[in-house]
């Protein structure tokens, strides 16, 4: 397959936050079909939704794959898992959680996998850091420019 640019969201809000993201990122790296082009500033962010809990560290990381979106998403939750992360509670605090935010322009959804993610655009936690490395990535289903997205919020 050929290799392809896409963005994770990474978050953390239980534990050491910063150690969980630095982890997620050495094994992003170690893997033989990923490369990490950019990453992000880490943000400390206010949680979403209904359920009290600590604040996130949030950031996002520019990568380039061969793996295809079901094989990076399963790298994914191996990564999260391998962080102690337990899905009890949706939306409820974790060591870590990793999104694909985007698989370069592609508009995907099949098996559970929605790209770009659903909710990336409405969120600043996602905005904001991924401005900071790609501005001028344009999002495929809003055709509108990560810096212009992050303007409306």
Sequence with gaps: MKLVTAFLGLGSNLGNRAGYLEDALQSLDA?????I???????????????????????????????????????????????????????????LDIDILFYSNK???IDGLRIPHPEAHRRLFVVKPMAEIAESFNHPVLNEQISSILQLL
């Design 31 to 35: 893997h033989q079909c990923i490369r």
């Design 107 to 109: 508009i995907i959804e």
């Design 37 to 95: 082009l950019a990453r992000s500033s880490m943000y400390d962010t206010d949680p979403v939704g209904e359920i009290a809990q600590p604040n996130f560290l949030n950031m996002v990381v520019e990568i380039e794959t061969s793996l295809p979106p079901p094989e990076l998403l399963e790298l994914c939750l191996t990564i999260e898992e391998s962080n102690g992360r337990v899905r009890s509670v949706k939306w409820g605090p974790r060591t």
